[in-house]
Nanobody, 124 residues
């Protein structure tokens, strides 16, 4: 089992920045790829970013590419999502997730472990 707890969400004006954290406990966090997803009211869960266990390549959804940065610190069992140039359409609940699979894990079905989510609201 891997337990994930997100933090860092909040209310920010358009153009602002937030840094989300995902604290992991339980099994060795470094053995898992980490993904970030988001879900706005009435919409499907959307892939945001992915970083594998080795922090090699990083993969982003088209809507956040160039504005968001995913990273992880395996020594601290923590993952991060740095969000810059935020837009009102970024408003959603943001979830981190862990997967033992490899590859371009864009689909939520690839992930077994999920956090409870943190709300990000961007005002115009």
């Amino acid at each position: 089992q891997v337990q994930l707890v997100e933090s860092g969400g909040g209310l920010v004006q358009a153009g602002g920045s937030l840094r989300l954290s995902c604290a992991a406990s339980g099994r060795t966090f470094s053995n898992y790829a980490m993904g970030w997803f988001r879900q706005a009211p009435g919409k499907d869960r959307e892939f945001v970013a992915l970083i594998p266990w080795s922090s090699g390549y990083k993969y982003y959804g088209d809507s956040v590419k160039g504005r968001f940065t995913i990273s992880r610190d395996n020594a601290k069992n923590t993952g991060y999502l740095e969000m810059n140039s935020l837009k009102p359409e970024d408003t959603a609940v943001y979830y981190c997730a862990a997967s033992s699979n490899v590859g371009l894990l864009r689909a939520p079905e690839n992930y077994v472990y999920w956090g409870q989510g943190t709300q990000v609201t961007v005002s115009s």
